[in-house]
């Protein structure tokens, strides 16, 4: 089955800087990859996908990247905002006994620090 | 639209004991999924349902049962709760298999003594 790696764990930032987190995935049939927020005692909340015939995709200040020869995708975040603080999953479509399911990576931790 | 609601929030077991988590999504979706969440492990599968009457294993399935009552509603029970059990259950729903946009409830916080 599909296996997902993301890292890093946790990431620290200032207001106003950067952030990226990477995730690669192990079954090349994969063709959908999206982003989820979960803020604390939430459940988890999608913030973009991309899915396997584009290479980018943003909305504001979220862009997420697909190398697919690779086998990974990162999501960028510019401009952080105290509010970003939250834990990012990503996540790939693997096949289940014919249905399409996703798998999910162990989620990074980010900390955007005023 | 409520979106997926789920019941209880909160729930404290005795070994062995048993319990259903409900859970029910109010936009027509024709997929649900049952997901537990562990600290550092990220989400995983429990069971789901691609569609009304129909339920397949996940990931982790082993001491759990699905039925899928409906087309909004789709429980998790647990016949003898063991502390591994442990954990934040989510439910989830999506449009059917081919579209994979997940929407998740709030979660279940359920421990087990």
């Known amino acids: 089955g599909e296996n997902v790696e993301q890292h890093p764990s946790t990431l620290s930032v200032q207001e106003g800087d950067s952030a990226v987190i990477k995730c690669t995935y192990s079954d090349s049939a994969s063709n959908y990859f999206p982003w989820y927020k979960q803020e604390l005692g939430k459940g988890p909340q999608l913030i973009i996908d991309?899915?396997?015939?584009?290479g980018e995709k943003k909305d504001q200040r979220i862009a997420v990247t697909l190398n697919k020869t690779a086998k990974h995708f990162s999501l960028h975040i510019t401009e952080t905002q105290p509010e970003d603080s939250a834990v990012y999953f990503c996540a790939a479509e693997g096949s289940n006994s014919g249905y399409s399911t996703l798998t999910f990576g162990k989620g990074t931790m980010l900390l955007v620090s005023p | 639209n409520a979106g997926v609601t789920q019941t209880p929030k909160f729930q404290v077991l005795k070994t062995g004991q048993s319990m259903t988590l409900q859970c029910a999504q109010d936009m027509n979706h024709n997929s649900m999924y049952w997901y537990r969440q562990d600290p550092g492990m990220g989400l995983r599968l429990i069971y789901y349902?691609?569609?009304?009457?129909?339920?397949d294993k996940g990931e982790v399935p082993n001491g759990y049962n699905v039925s899928r009552l409906n087309k909004r509603e789709f429980s998790l029970r647990l016949e003898s709760a063991a502390p591994s059990q442990t954990s934040v259950y989510f439910c989830?729903?999506?449009?059917?298999?081919?579209?994979?946009?997940?929407?998740f409830g709030p979660g279940t916080r359920l421990t087990v003594l």
């Open positions: 991309i899915r396997s015939n584009v």
């Open positions: 349902s691609a569609s009304e009457g129909t339920t």
């Open positions: 989830a729903s999506s449009v059917d298999r081919d579209y994979n946009e997940q929407f």
